[in-house]
C-alpha cells in the first residue's frame, strides 16, 4: 500500500480514556501508534483519561485515530471535541456513534429499517413483576445486558425466572436502564466494514468458537482457546447476504470509516444482527485486523487506510 506518510502530517493516536474498557483500548493504541510509527507516521499518543482538552488542541494535530473503546470515546463525546477543533478523525462522526453505541436505539432503527436484530424488552426498575414478564415474553434463555457498553461488560445469560434479579444488578452497575433481549442458538459471527456510503465494502465473515460458547471479556481479549475462523464457513449466497445485509446496518445509522457488526446466525441459518462497534478493538486478538488479513491487508495497511479516510461530520479532511 502506497502512502505519503509526510501528506498525513501530525497524528494522534487517542487511546485509554475513562471507560470501563480503558484497559483494551490501552493495547488497542498501542497497537496502532507502533503500527504507523513504523510506516514513518509522525504519530503521537494521547490518552484523555489522563491528558486535559486544553493539551489536545495545544498538540496540534492534524489527524487523529480514535482507538477508544466505550463511553467518553465511542459514543460522539470525543468526536463532538474534534469536531469544535476541526482536527479530522477516524470513524463515524458524532451522531452515528451516538446511536450507534446505543444498542436500543441502534436496534429501533434497525427494526424501522427491516433489519432482523433479536426481540427485547427494556428493564427499568428491576422489581420482580417487570422481570417476570420479560422471561414470559423474550423466553429462556436470555441475555441481559447494559446496553451502552461493550467488550461483553456487564452481560448475562439467564437460564431462570430465579437469576433474572442477579442478572439486572449486574448490567445496572453499568446503566441506567438494562436491555433484556432474545437468546439466540447458533453460530456467533462478526462481520468488519469499511469505507463510506456506496464506497463501503464487507471484509470475509468471522466465526467465532469460544470455550463453552461464552465469548466473554477473557475469551475476547486474553485466551489462546477460542477459534477464529475467516473466512466463516457459511455457504458462498448466505455469507453474501449477510455482509450486504451488515453494510445496509451499518449505512442506515450513517456509520463512516470502519466499524463491526456482531451477528447471530441461527440454528436455521438465519441472521440476527446485535450491534455495530464503531471504534473496534485493534488488538493482537482483535477482529477487524483478521479479517483484513484474509484478503492480503496487514495490520498496517489496514491502519493506514483507516487513517486516511479521516474526516469530519461536514466531509472536512486534513
Known amino acids: 500500500m502506497s502512502v505519503d506518510v509526510k501528506a498525513l502530517g501530525k497524528v494522534g493516536v487517542l487511546y485509554g480514556g475513562r471507560s470501563s474498557e480503558r484497559e483494551v483500548s490501552i493495547m488497542s493504541g498501542t497497537g496502532v501508534l507502533k503500527a504507523l510509527q513504523s510506516r514513518g507516521v509522525d504519530a503521537h499518543a494521547f490518552d484523555p483519561g489522563t491528558q486535559s482538552l486544553a493539551e489536545l488542541e495545544a498538540a496540534k494535530f492534524d489527524r487523529v485515530f480514535i482507538a477508544l473503546h466505550g463511553r467518553g470515546g465511542e459514543d460522539g463525546t470525543i468526536q463532538g471535541v474534534l469536531e469544535t477543533l476541526r482536527v479530522p478523525y477516524t470513524g463515524s462522526g458524532v451522531q452515528a456513534s451516538a446511536i450507534a453505541i446505543d444498542k436500543l436505539a441502534a436496534k429501533r432503527i434497525w427494526l424501522q429499517e427491516g433489519i432482523p436484530t433479536p426481540r427485547y424488552r427494556v428493564l427499568a426498575s428491576g422489581d420482580r413483576a417487570e422481570l ?27 437460564a431462570g425466572y430465579s ?156
Open 132 to 158: 417476570n414478564a420479560a422471561v414470559d415474553e423474550l423466553g429462556l434463555p436470555l441475555i441481559t445486558k447494559p446496553p451502552h457498553e461493550g467488550s461483553t461488560i456487564g452481560i448475562a445469560k439467564v
Open 163 to 318: 437469576e433474572m434479579a442477579s442478572a439486572y444488578a449486574l448490567a445496572a452497575k453499568y446503566d441506567s436502564v438494562v436491555l433484556a433481549e432474545q437468546f439466540i442458538a447458533g453460530r456467533e459471527l462478526t462481520c468488519a466494514v469499511l469505507g463510506e456510503g456506496r464506497n463501503a465494502e464487507a471484509l470475509p465473515l468471522i466465526e467465532i468458537r469460544a470455550p463453552g460458547a461464552n465469548y466473554d471479556y477473557h475469551n475476547k481479549y486474553f485466551s489462546d482457546e477460542t477459534q477464529y475462523l475467516c473466512p466463516a464457513p457459511v455457504d458462498a449466497g448466505l455469507a453474501a447476504q449477510i455482509r450486504e445485509l451488515c453494510v445496509r446496518a451499518y449505512g442506515v445509522l450513517g456509520a463512516r470509516g470502519w466499524g463491526r457488526v456482531d451477528v447471530m446466525l441461527s440454528n436455521r441459518d438465519e441472521p440476527f444482527l446485535l450491534e455495530l462497534n464503531t471504534s473496534p478493538g485493534m488488538t493482537g486478538h482483535s477482529l477487524v485486523p483478521m479479517a483484513a488479513r484474509a484478503v492480503g491487508m496487514s495490520y498496517e495497511d489496514l491502519v493506514l487506510r483507516i487513517l486516511q479516510d479521516a474526516a469530519l461530520d461536514d466531509g472536512g479532511r486534513a
